[in-house]
């Protein structure tokens, strides 16, 4: 991409992000409670007041990334089909969230819980479990966190700039309306984000392929490169991928509310219905990702060259956009960037705050103290995602990243189980969750860091994606635990939590 600074994209940029800023520090007086900032509901969770439409884009917002933006069609970019693994995944996912979290919203709303460690420890009564999932709900965020600046990172460079001060100052700006405002800001901004998100997208569908000669061209010029790039790549997916495709998609919706960021949406909704109607009104935002993914397809057509495929979208914006737009849409998917990065830290907060700070150093710390210890941890979070991303290699976090996902997915029996049964123990999830994590994370270090583990059955090659293949093995173990105790002594079935 030209180094030469892009000075209309530029002061087009600015303008959207000086908006957002002035969002960000103005949200804390929007729908500002009687406690605001003195409790960690009120600044944690938005008072718990959020409606359907809040929800909505706040939710929207922080699933449907700016690295979303960025990594989806670099993978259709690259390998063809297989990078739509994305669309079923969301189309999986909110049957989840519709038969799911209404469930888990309600037990946590009676109890009070912020987290989903909260609601494990109110089930189970062990502070090793509920450390074990607090623990794996930050460390698997860090990662995410620092994604976002990957795609902040990468529209940065293509409107010209070099250095790293831009990204320092974009997150610093990021992590002070955050300290202030709470999750209130990145609910705000979030109107405006997927506003310009959907204006890009719709835009680019017809734009791009109109420039290009039409969809008919773009397909046989993204056929035409996969064909002479061989190996598993193509328009449509080969036998060998369809196992791996399918895992990869139910896996990852699975993971997908059991995140710090999506799970603090969900806390903050005002009701479980308001949850219900989201999960029907949410996969508008599938259709907005497959449009999105074409854009791998269209990068082809247009012949770009490009250093990586992160570069991909960037790129091909720069090329068939007018400067002033290209600025519009680089500021759209840097916006992409600051409302997950600002949840995302919001919920790793949470997470400390309740389950670390106030389990084991200050068990009679007041509401205000909570506050203010999630508050400074927040920024402790989002500055540790600047320096990783700044001292570390950006493969290093897309690895990470990975394992993230796979340790995320380990959580899903202790968060969801109690919901609906009491037969497990919190030893069975606990023993469970170590073989799952650490048997999963050994997989994918000898298979080089890659998702989808190979094993042979009859002679015959199978892959499947190793984090649904650790979470297998997490209950399998939980169950034989489980029934090893009941053995030795009977539980008493009694109903679920919630009922």
């Not at 917002?61 to 390998?79: E, H, N, Q, R």
């Not at 914006?317 to 600002?342: M, Y």
């Not at 509401?367 to 500055?383: D, F, N, R």
């Not at 069975?428 to 094993?455: E, M, N, Q």
Request: with cysteine.
């Amino acid at each position: 991409m030209d180094a030469q600074i892009n000075w209309t994209a530029l002061w087009v940029f600015l303008f959207f992000f000086v908006l957002v800023t002035v969002l960000g520090f103005g949200a804390s007086r929007w729908q500002r409670g009687t406690n605001s900032h003195e409790h960690l509901d009120e600044w944690g969770l938005g008072g718990r007041r959020f409606g359907t439409w809040i929800t909505w884009f706040l939710v929207g917002g922080d699933f449907y990334t700016a690295y979303t933006v960025i990594a989806v069609p670099a993978l259709v970019y690259a390998v063809g089909a297989y990078g739509f693994f994305a669309l079923p995944y969301t189309i999986l996912v909110y049957p989840i969230v519709f038969l799911i979290m209404p469930r888990l919203w309600t037990v946590a709303q009676k109890a009070g819980h912020v987290t989903a460690a909260d609601v494990v420890y109110g089930k189970f009564k062990s502070r090793p479990l509920e450390l074990a999932i607090a623990v794996t709900g930050v460390v698997a965020t860090m990662p995410y966190i620092a994604l976002q600046l990957v795609g902040m990172e990468v529209v940065i460079k293509a409107l010209g700039l070099t250095g790293e001060l831009p990204l320092a100052a974009a997150f610093i700006i990021l992590a002070l309306y955050t300290y202030s405002a709470g999750l209130r800001a990145p609910a705000l901004i979030a109107f405006v984000k997927d506003l310009m998100i959907y204006i890009v997208v719709l835009v680019a569908i017809v734009l791009v392929p109109a420039r290009l000669g039409g969809y008919g061209a773009v397909f046989t010029s993204a056929s035409d490169a996969f064909a002479a790039k061989g190996g598993a790549t193509g328009l449509f997916l080969q036998p060998q991928q369809f196992l791996p495709y399918a895992t990869l998609a139910l896996g990852s919706a699975l993971a997908a509310f059991m995140y710090p960021h999506t799970l603090t949406g969900i806390f903050a909704a005002k009701s479980a219905n308001t949850i219900r109607k989201n999960a029907v009104f949410l996969p508008a935002y599938t259709l907005l990702l497959g449009l999105i993914a074409l854009l791998g397809y269209m990068a082809h057509a247009a012949n770009l060259k490009v250093q990586t495929n992160n570069d991909v979208v960037p790129a091909l914006f720069n090329a068939l956009f007018p400067p002033w737009f290209a600025g519009f849409a680089f500021a759209a998917i840097a916006i992409g960037a600051l409302v997950p990065a600002a949840v995302m830290s919001i919920g790793a907060a949470n997470l400390f705050t309740r389950n670390f700070w106030k389990a084991y150093v200050n068990p009679q710390v007041t509401p205000a103290g909570e506050a203010k210890v999630a508050k400074l941890v927040s920024l402790v979070v989002k500055v540790g995602a600047l320096v990783f991303i700044l001292f570390l290699p950006t493969q290093f976090a897309l690895d990470l990243q990975l394992l993230g996902g796979l340790w995320i997915l380990q959580t899903f029996p202790s968060v969801v189980l109690g919901l609906f049964m009491n037969r497990f123990r919190s030893t069975a999830l606990l023993c469970g969750w170590i073989v799952g994590l650490l048997g999963g994370s050994w997989l994918v270090f000898k298979d080089g860091i890659k998702p989808v583990h190979t094993f042979v059955i009859g002679g015959d090659p199978y892959s499947m994606y190793t984090g649904l293949l650790a979470l297998i093995v997490n209950l399998i173990v939980a169950v034989i635990v489980q029934f090893i105790h009941d053995r030795v002594s009977p539980v008493k079935v009694t109903a679920p939590v919630g009922a």
